[in-house]
């Protein structure tokens, strides 16, 4: 009976290991393409060269493991999370992953006590990664401040959110932050035929035959994330029928049905040809062309997001200050057109189109902005003058003095807001347009008064 006990029992034990293999092994083999084909080195990490391209910071860090606290933000499916699984995969620091939105300050405090007793036991670090770090509220992000300024943990936040707005202050403050860009589509199209070929992750297993414009058409749509792009590959591949050799064929119909996008009814050249001529229709003033090349390109299959995003830098670059309200108006009416969506949403985005026309035109600004960034890497040490200091901070024995309050001289007074380096140099030259127009004839007011 003993034997026969001892026996049950290692049959059983026996039963519970192999089906927790075999669950572990089907939960990877049936996670989706995008989350099996995570790079797990900084050399198979795709895209964002200027933050972990060879010999850059990020990359030194990981590399020597001295990594500080760090916020990724960026677009979704442009690497956060990702590399920051890479950094937990490279260093031998303990690595605890939180998400904000079902993580408080109970779980954030058990990390840090954990964290506090392998530093002070094993002299070992931890870093916690926390997904969807802006969505954690003050309360929550205080009670990690004093863990990270003590060293117990190393904090890597991952957002989609400008950090600058939408975190604490002082989390922040406390944190290099680095922006991801959206990936380019040759870094899309790298990562797709990774996939199609990988026998390990992907779908390399499988008799596939992609079209290049299959594999074109998934890197243009997919908007710079590899997330999407994947995603799509998976969805082609499983929904299309094989041949009688088992071979499955996946064309450019395939393609947009999978990532449920349009090809474009144009060439590559004339796709881009189409959207200069839209930006110089604006910039033309002529509001007929430019609604014209903006509905052609919408009915090409192209993301009408990148039409309402040039209507508002073209509100600034080239209509600027001639029209205050420019920018204002476009911005509404690309709101509006992200509330309600096509095919409504292309009356309110059409709005913009016209107002922005047929505004008078001015890129004072831009040039305003150019010779003031020439101008800071002229002047390679500055003083700021001693009137314009902040006197809460200072010496008592360093007065701040000789500023001059407009107010008390009805608005404007002359005085020196430059250093000496540049005391003359005017960035802002108005033109006769517009509002612009105003703007020059305050400035010779004020010039008069001098």
Not at 325 to 338: D, S, W
Request: aromatic share 8%; proline share 3%; net charge neutral.
């Amino acid at each position: 009976m003993f034997k026969l006990s001892i026996y049950k029992e290692s049959v059983l034990c026996y039963n519970i290991n192999m089906d927790l293999f075999d669950y572990m092994n089907n939960e990877e083999k049936l996670a989706p393409l995008a989350e099996r084909m995570r790079p797990r080195t900084i050399d198979e990490f795709l895209g964002q060269s200027k933050i972990v391209g060879a010999g850059s910071l990020l990359r030194r860090a990981i590399a020597i493991d001295k990594l500080g606290s760090c916020i990724f933000y960026g677009p979704p499916g442009t690497g956060k999370t990702t590399l920051a699984n890479i950094i937990a995969m490279s260093t031998n620091a303990n690595f605890v992953k939180l998400n904000a939105v079902t993580s408080g300050v109970a779980d954030a405090k058990k990390v840090i006590e954990e964290a506090r007793e392998l530093l002070r036991m094993y002299g070992k670090r931890t870093y916690l990664l926390l997904d969807e770090c802006h969505r954690w509220n003050k309360a929550q992000s205080d009670s990690v401040l004093q863990a990270i300024e003590q060293g117990y943990i190393i904090f890597i936040g991952s957002t989609t959110e400008n950090p600058y707005v939408s975190m604490t202050r002082a989390i922040v403050s406390r944190c290099r932050v680095f922006s991801f860009s959206r990936l380019d589509e040759n870094d899309i199209l790298k990562g797709l035929k990774r996939a199609a070929t990988d026998k390990e992750r992907g779908l390399g297993n499988m008799k596939l035959d992609i079209s290049d414009k299959a594999y074109s058409h998934i890197a243009w749509a997919s908007g710079g994330d590899m997330r999407t792009a994947l995603n799509a590959l998976e969805l082609a591949a499983l929904t299309t029928h094989a041949d009688s050799d088992g071979v499955v064929h996946i064309s450019e119909v395939e393609a947009e049905q999978s990532i449920q996008q349009k090809a474009l009814s144009v060439t590559e050249d004339m796709y881009y040809d189409m959207i200069s001529a839209f930006i110089k229709s604006m910039r033309g003033s002529d509001s007929n062309a430019a609604l014209y090349w903006a509905e052609r390109l919408i009915e090409a299959g192209c993301d009408p997001m990148l039409i309402a995003r040039r209507v508002m830098i073209h509100a600034c670059e080239d209509v600027g200050l001639a029209d205050p309200n420019a920018i204002v108006v476009a911005q509404a009416c690309v709101a509006a057109f992200e509330r309600i969506g096509l095919p409504e949403g292309r009356i309110p985005l059409s709005e913009g189109i016209i107002y922005v026309s047929e505004a008078p035109k001015s890129n004072k600004v831009v040039e305003a902005l150019y010779a003031a960034e020439r101008a800071v890497k002229s002047v390679k040490h500055e003083s700021v003058p001693l009137y314009l200091r902040d006197p809460n901070y200072k010496d008592k024995d360093e007065k701040v003095t000789g500023y001059k309050y407009p107010h008390d001289y009805g608005g404007w007074v002359e005085q020196q807001y430059l250093p000496d380096e540049l005391k003359n140099a005017k960035f802002y030259i108005p033109s006769d347009n517009g509002f612009e127009k105003e703007i020059r004839e305050r400035q010779l007011h004020r010039g008069e008064k001098k």
